[in-house]
Each structure stands twice: as C-alpha cells, then as structure tokens.
C-alpha cells in the first residue's frame, strides 16, 4: 500500500447553529488546515495530524454531523503546490503579524507572544519564511524588556 501523503477532512454540521461550525473551523485553524471547499480542509500526513483530525470529526458527529478523514495518497502535482504555497501564505502572514506585534510588546504580552510563535511554528508545515525574523524579533522584544 502506498503511505498517504495527505490527509482531508470532510464535514457537514447541522445548519441549526453557527457555535459548531464556528468551534469546529477554530479547531482545524489551530493544526494549519487549508480549506478545499466549505466544509473539506487538507493537511500535510503525519500521525499526530491524523490523530488530531479523528477528534475533530469525532466532535463533528457528537454534534449531529457527518465527518469523514481521508488519507490521500497522491495529487495532481500542480493542486500539491498550491496547496503547499497557500500553507507556506498562511504561515508567512502570521510570522509577520508576529513579528510587527513584537516591535511594541509590553509585559505579559511578551509570554503571550512567545506562545503564539510556538503555535505557528507547530502550523507551519512546509518551512514559511518569516519564522527566523519573528523570532528575531521576539527575542530582541525579550531583550529590550530586560533592560532597566
């Protein structure tokens, strides 16, 4: 059997209330999901993604949906690096928000900041760029706060 080199969610949630449709695309954001279509998102295979979405969709059917997680073993070469560049978008975006955040970080603010980094080094599946300059960032912020 050829090992999978993607993983799909697929998904519908009873129209009746936007709270789980709302939780549920927080949850898929949160591992660095990109959307297919609505209600369907893929993800870079690993086990622990795997893991992750089994959750998710069994929150899905807790919740009165369907969910299915699918395994993909190959896409059209062309659909693997727009999806690769949406992700790599995706992170790269974050890194800077990040790394502007951390030109007048404060305080507390400065852990909060440190934690949101590590949750977008945990989303950024293909290596974004970015990443060194909000790190950079976020330790020179770290520096400037230790200074009297």
């Known amino acids: 059997m050829t090992s999978a080199r993607w993983l799909v969610l697929t998904w519908r949630l009873p129209a009746a209330s936007s709270t789980p449709r709302v939780a549920t695309w927080r949850s898929l954001q949160r591992l660095g999901a990109i959307s297919l279509t609505p209600g369907a998102v893929i993800l870079p295979f690993s086990e622990h993604l795997l893991e992750q979405l089994e959750w998710i969709a069994e929150e899905i059917v807790q919740r009165g949906g369907d969910a299915y997680v699918l395994p993909v073993t190959e896409l059209a070469e062309a659909d693997e690096e727009d ?43 293909f290596t974004a760029a970015g990443r060194a300059a909000a790190e950079r960032a976020i330790r020179h912020a770290a520096r400037r706060k230790e200074q009297p």
């Open 83 to 125: 999806i690769r560049r949406r992700m790599r978008g995706e992170s790269r975006r974050e890194y800077a928000r990040l790394r502007d955040a951390a030109a007048s970080v404060e305080g507390r603010e400065l852990a909060a900041l440190q934690r949101a980094l590590q949750r977008a080094v945990d989303r950024d599946h």
